[in-house]
């Protein structure tokens, strides 16, 4: 199936040492990253289970050990692996409880993963875990209610003025989308009009919903 207006993420690496001091470092990287994929739904989530998944390696593995971070998508999941080269030292899910000081960290990334789990490679172990997003697909785009109504709005829109949205592809399909999204608000506006309402303030006022919405 075409992916419309597609998103490529592309799985992307980081060596590094596991050190302490090495941990704010990659949640930045993280984060930045998954700002850039879309997906700031699950930074917060993502931020934290790699800081587990490297202090897990600091303790059982040795502080300084050759590590590596590998993001990436599996389906619509976000998927975080750590690569270490010590294939005898497996994390264990314990049943600590919030009072314990040790065996938390696999509990806590099993309570806010989809799924986690451990691959054995030639030479080294890779712990990762997958997190839920909102995508329909890899290199989809997250979608809230407000682009579910607009994406409803505007294919009844151009099947109703038989806009040739549905027939093309990539670059050539977007265009025919914000014609139709265009034609919409152009109606709407002339709507507005002919109920004694000022075109100028709805939209203005349009606008700046719209401006608070992408800064929650």
Not at 33 to 45: F, I, M, Q, R
Request: include cysteine; charge should be neutral.
């Amino acid at each position: 199936m075409h992916c419309t207006g597609c998103m490529p993420r592309k799985k992307w690496t980081l060596p590094f040492l596991a050190e302490a001091q090495e941990v704010a470092s990659l949640r930045r990287v993280l984060r930045l990253h998954l700002e850039l994929w879309g997906l700031p739904e699950v930074s917060e989530a993502a931020q934290l289970c790699v800081s587990e998944l490297v202090a897990n390696v600091i303790k059982h593995v040795g502080p300084g050990t050759p590590t590596t971070l590998a993001v990436s998508m599996s389906g619509n999941r976000l998927r975080l692996e750590v690569h270490d080269p010590d294939a005898r030292a497996l994390p264990i899910l314990t049943d600590a409880d919030s009072t314990a000081e040790a065996g938390r960290g696999m509990s806590l990334i099993d309570a806010i993963t989809e799924r986690w789990g451990v691959d054995l490679l030639p030479g080294r172990k890779a712990t990762w875990c997958e997190l839920r997003t909102s995508l329909t697909s890899a290199d989809g785009h997250s979608t809230g209610p407000r682009v579910s109504r607009a994406a409803k709005v505007i294919g009844f829109y151009a099947n109703a003025r038989e806009l040739p949205t549905g027939s093309r592809k990539g670059r050539l399909r977007i265009t025919a989308a914000e014609d139709a999204a265009i034609s919409v608000i152009a109606d709407l506006l002339h709507w507005l009009g002919v109920h004694g309402r000022d075109a100028d303030e709805v939209l203005e006022r349009a606008q700046a919903r719209f401006e608070a919405d992408l800064t929650h």
